[in-house]
């Protein structure tokens, strides 16, 4: 079946620009995670979903981030006021529950902040 | 906010060879220690997985040792192969919700 998937694979802005990156979870998964990755280090926890509400948004780096998922399904991670150190690969994961054994990723967003 | 140190950071090894890559975490309260595994442009792949109630785990050519005393845990691959080269996270959580990865190590098995 389809695994995660996330758009736009690749996103480029300016400084000060508003971003938004999609994540398509698995179907019938009804945990949602979201990470950060930069170059040449591991995934950093941003912010965790189970249905529509936000479980633990303890990851967040600051108040320019905010994630959501209105429907328990598709979920978006918005940043405001992008700055260049913003840039990394956002990854999404999702799982059949919070807390369940396997978190299955997407490929991830590549957003560079010029 | 490194909760979770891996090493080393690169690893070469021959066809055939064990390779071992470390981990060590500090948050006591963590239960739960997969390891993945990520080819370039992908996202991270969940290789195995232990939790503190047992001190190994084996999965095909994959084990992960688990030392709780000395909050450690370690993968090896047996018989690694060229089809291994990637790079593996270690990882920690609790309740396997907010994540704590390590750095990864990348490696490269050469035939």
């Known amino acids: 079946g389809a695994g995660v998937s996330q758009t736009p694979s690749n996103k480029v802005t300016e400084k000060g620009k508003y971003v938004e990156l999609r994540c398509d979870p698995i179907?019938?998964?009804?945990?949602l995670y979201w990470y950060r990755q930069s170059l040449g280090q591991g995934p950093e926890f941003l912010i965790y979903f189970q249905g529509t509400g936000a479980a633990d948004d303890s990851g967040l780096p600051n108040d320019r981030f905010f994630a959501v998922r209105p429907e328990g399904s598709v979920s978006t991670l918005k940043i405001q006021r992008t700055e260049r150190g913003d840039s990394a690969v956002y990854l999404c994961a999702s799982s059949l529950w919070a807390g369940a054994d396997t978190q299955y990723f997407g490929p991830g967003t590549r957003l560079t902040v010029l | 906010q490194q909760q979770v140190k891996q090493s080393p950071q690169s690893l070469i090894v021959q066809k055939g060879g064990i390779s071992i890559i470390n981990c060590a975490y500090e948050n006591t309260a963590f239960d739960y220690f997969p390891w993945y595994q990520q080819f370039p442009g992908k996202g991270p792949a969940l290789l195995i997985a232990i939790r503190p109630d047992v001190s190994e785990k084996k999965e095909g050519r994959f084990t992960i040792s688990f030392n709780k005393s000395a909050k450690q845990f370690s993968l090896h691959i047996m018989d690694s192969q060229p089809g291994d080269s990637a790079t593996y996270f270690c990882a920690a959580s609790k309740r396997n919700n907010d994540m704590r990865f390590g750095a990864g190590t990348r490696l490269t098995v050469k035939p």
């Open positions: 179907s019938g998964h009804t945990a």
